[in-house]
């Protein structure tokens, strides 16, 4: 069953669209991450869902309701905001049932779901503190709390975790997560960050100028990219990118005579290869080190394959040196064939 469904939705402001035609539906007690970068309208589908933002066409759905030209009070979903939109002047006690006590829910019912917000979040010790008092990471527990207390069958969160340290990130990351499965909660949401969406969704959607490029599990959006987008914003590294040339009657990596390519048959084609699946080898595309990038449990080599750079992921510290000559390959079962001028999935060489 569907808890939310958007049919065709967009948001134009004259002549931008923010979003333009995007049509989605989200499984009931499932966690949907949109994603992508700054501009692509990812808030404001959430908040066209959350009814913050009016549609210019299309409907929503949530569950068997139209909820299209509701107000957000009548929408009966409760939504944690980047800046947690806490009270300072109140305790974490009055913050987290501040939407309660405006709804005039009796007071033994408002105890209930308070006890039972905080025993999940670990806030007992905390409801006498002010937020000024709290730690960035229990402000958003709180913010959390205030989500629980509501008992909405939705929640939507826009970029909750951006202002935390990654230490704290990375905590709250599988505390969401764990928080949602633990609930059966329906979740829709927003970040650019590609870790938190790979980490924490069920599903995917990843949008660029305000339409969605692929809607898909986190292993099919990076096993399987839609488009040279799509396959270059998820991983990190980030995929490479190869240009081609005909060269003598072959293809070639662009400005290579020696780095030939025998997946295809013309150079009308964009390789994707990620950086983990590039190889060292004692004979394969030449290549020049350019630069070495020690992440700890591995190194990134930037190199050059005639006008093209590549990115290579190899174990640990790399005894390779700026500037040394190597030899690349790359399984033809890990290339990716994307059209080169429309940036569409051709397929892999499986």
């Known amino acids: ?44 589908t959430l908040r066209l869902i959350a009814g913050l933002e009016s ?11 139209d909820v299209t030209h509701l107000p957000p009070a009548q929408r009966q979903l409760a939504m944690v905001f980047q800046s947690y939109a806490l009270f300072p002047h109140l305790t974490v006690r009055e913050n987290i049932l501040f939407g309660l006590t405006v709804r005039k829910v009796p007071e033994a019912e408002r105890e209930k779901r308070l006890t039972r917000a905080v025993d999940i979040l670990g806030l007992s010790a905390l409801l006498q503190r002010k937020p000024g008092e709290l730690s960035g990471g229990q402000q958003q527990r709180v913010a959390l709390g205030r989500a629980l207390v509501a008992e909405a069958a939705v929640c939507l969160m826009d970029e909750p975790l951006s202002n935390l340290d990654a230490k704290l990130r990375h905590e709250m990351r599988r505390e969401i997560r764990a928080l949602q499965q633990t609930l059966g909660m329906t979740m829709v949401y927003v970040t650019h960050d ?45 995929m490479n990118l190869v240009r081609l040339d005909d060269a003598r009657g072959s293809v070639c990596v662009a400005g290579s005579r020696s780095g030939k390519v025998g997946v295809v048959d013309s150079a009308n084609y964009v390789l994707g290869i990620r950086p983990e699946h590039v190889r060292i080898v004692p004979d394969g595309w030449r290549a020049v080190v350019e630069s070495v990038e020690y992440l700890g449990s591995s190194s990134v080599l930037g190199c050059r394959v005639g006008g093209e750079e590549l990115s290579v992921v190899v174990d640990g510290v790399s005894d390779i040196a700026v500037g040394a000559e190597i030899y690349l390959h790359c399984p033809d079962e890990h290339i990716h064939i994307f059209d080169a001028q429309t940036g569409e999935r051709r397929g892999t060489c499986r």
């Open 55 to 65: 549609v210019t066409s299309g409907r929503i759905m949530i569950g068997e309701r």
């Open 1 to 44: 069953m569907s808890a939310i469904q958007l049919l065709n939705v967009s948001r134009h402001w004259g002549d931008v669209r923010a979003v333009d035609d995007v049509s989605f539906e989200v499984e009931q007690g499932t966690m949907l991450v949109l994603l992508g970068p700054s501009g692509c309208g990812k808030s404001t």
């Open 194 to 238: 590609q870790t938190e969406a790979m980490s924490m969704a069920d599903r995917i959607i990843l949008m660029q100028g305000g339409r969605i490029v692929q809607n898909a599990t986190p292993s099919e959006l990076y096993s399987r990219p839609a488009t040279t987008f799509a396959g270059n914003f998820i991983g990190t590294p980030p």
